[in-house]
């Protein structure tokens, strides 16, 4: 009898799926993901995939964490790769499954090149990135036709924040997103501010964006780290610097989780 395929398709050896889980909320998976999660046997999840899209997989999967965090990582990222090929080498088909995008500061790049330097197939589902969710929760466009028509993405913790070159990606016309940045949030300011720009831009920071407990703060860039200390703001949270920051002015549902501070 024919078999019927499943979405993990039949090799000799496992597959592994890099998927992105989205900011939070599981109504924002794929339904590519959706279906993965349901189908795996074995999930490899990191610390930001919220526990209700952990709930979808079967109550027989293996789900195995390597939450990582800032000061504490259970497993280091070379250990993780190796987890997904000996896995995948043994037979198990692996859903890798990754917060927001696995391409988006997710070390899915990583992980995939370790895969195919061990000739174990690998496959990436997109996720909506925290970015993407925010911006739509928040009801902040990311770009605006009346003030910004170019957007980008930072890390603001990692290697060498001071050498990193962002001249140029905030101001006029621009939108900067920055992921990972809260512990560094008040030198962010001063960079920017250094860089020449001015302390009265908008600046939103959206924590647990797309989840129940989302908070949306706001402030001028100067009161950023102050912003950020004064709320207690915590991981997972990005902040939004620009013209669109500012926004929505006049959306009464996501005013209600609004807290301006002058
Ligand atoms: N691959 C992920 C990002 C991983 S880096 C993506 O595409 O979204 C981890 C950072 O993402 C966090 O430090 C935070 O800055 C951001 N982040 C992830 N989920 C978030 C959420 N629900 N709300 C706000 N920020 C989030």
Same mark, same amino acid.
């Given at each position: ?32 993901? @959706? !279906? &993965? *999660?349901?189908? +795996? %046997? ?5 610390? #930001?995939?919220?526990?209700? /899209?952990? =709930? $979808?997989?079967?109550?027989? @999967? !293996? &789900? *195995?964490?390597? +939450? %990582? ?5 259970? #497993?280091?990222?070379?250990? /993780?790769? =190796? $987890?997904?090929?000996?896995? @995948? ?174």
């Amino acid at each position: 009898m024919e078999q019927v395929p499943t979405p993990f398709g039949h090799t000799p050896f496992g597959k592994v799926w890099l998927v992105g889980a989205g900011p939070g909320d599981p109504d924002l998976l794929t339904l590519r993901a @959706a !279906r &993965l *999660i349901m189908q +795996a %046997k074995v999930i490899v999840h990191d610390g #930001l995939v919220d526990p209700a /899209i952990l =709930a $979808l997989a079967s109550p027989k @999967a !293996r &789900l *195995i964490s390597v +939450a %990582k965090s800032r000061s504490r990582h259970t #497993l280091q990222q070379d250990e /993780i790769n =190796a $987890l997904l090929v000996s896995e @995948a080498q043994a037979g198990r088909d692996v859903v890798r499954l990754k917060g927001g995008d696995p391409f988006i500061f997710g070390r899915g790049g990583e992980e995939a090149e370790a895969c195919r330097a061990a000739g174990v197939a690998v496959e990436v589902v997109p996720g909506i990135s925290a970015a993407i969710g925010a911006a739509a929760a928040a009801q902040m466009p990311l770009t605006h036709r009346r003030s910004a028509s170019i957007v980008s993405f930072v890390a603001g913790q990692c290697k060498g924040l001071t050498e990193q070159d962002w001249t140029g990606l905030a101001g006029k016309g621009r939108t900067l997103v920055i992921y990972m940045g809260l512990a560094t949030a008040d030198a962010i300011a001063e960079k920017l501010m250094a860089d020449g720009l001015a302390p009265d831009v908008p600046v939103a920071v959206v924590e647990n964006a797309t989840r129940p407990e989302m908070r949306i703060l706001r402030s001028p860039l100067a009161g950023l780290g102050q912003l950020v200390s004064r709320h207690k703001v915590k991981s997972p949270a990005l902040i939004v610097i620009g013209e669109v920051a500012a926004q929505p002015a006049d959306a009464p549902l996501a005013a209600l989780a609004l807290e301006a501070i002058q």
